[in-house]
Structures are given as structure tokens and as C-alpha cells.
């Protein structure tokens, strides 16, 4: 079996068990291709040039400089928006 392949087994099985986010897009073949693990009680996403780094960065043209706090713990999943 190829690296390639067993890496993409093992991702599966990961997406299988462990909580994660993935990315959606308008075009289906680029839907998909991203996934962020959460491995933390609490994860930070926000921009990259954001006083606190985040532990997910996103960017774009009309991304502000804000979070957005994912906590979670066993199967439930919370959101916060927090200026900092």
C-alpha cells in the first residue's frame, strides 16, 4: 500500500472517531479537502495577524479580526463569538 493510501486510511478512521470541522464550498470538488481535528476543549479560529494567535486560521477579504470559541466536551458542541 502506497504512503498516500494508508495516510488516507488513517484520516478516515480519525474522521470516524474524534470530533472534527471540514471545509464546505460552492464547487463539490473542493468541499471536503480540509478538516481541522479538535483535540482541545477549546479552539480559537480567527485571522492569522489577530493579537492572540488562533489554533485555526482563516482569511478572505471581508474577515474581520474576531474569534469564534468552539468548546466541547464528550458529544456536545458550543459556540462563542469574542471581539479580542
Do not use: Q, W
Amino acid at each position: 500500500m502506497a504512503r498516500t493510501e494508508s495516510f488516507a486510511l488513517s484520516n478516515d478512521d480519525r474522521k470516524l472517531k474524534e470530533v472534527h470541522l471540514m471545509n464546505l464550498n460552492e464547487d463539490l470538488l473542493l468541499s471536503g479537502v480540509v478538516f481541522h481535528f479538535l483535540f482541545k476543549a477549546e479552539t480559537l479560529i480567527g485571522r492569522k495577524d489577530a493579537k492572540t494567535p488562533p489554533d485555526i486560521c482563516i482569511n478572505g477579504l471581508r474577515c474581520n479580526t474576531f474569534y469564534v470559541n468552539l468548546f466541547f466536551s464528550d458529544l456536545l458542541i458550543s459556540l462563542s463569538h469574542a471581539h479580542v
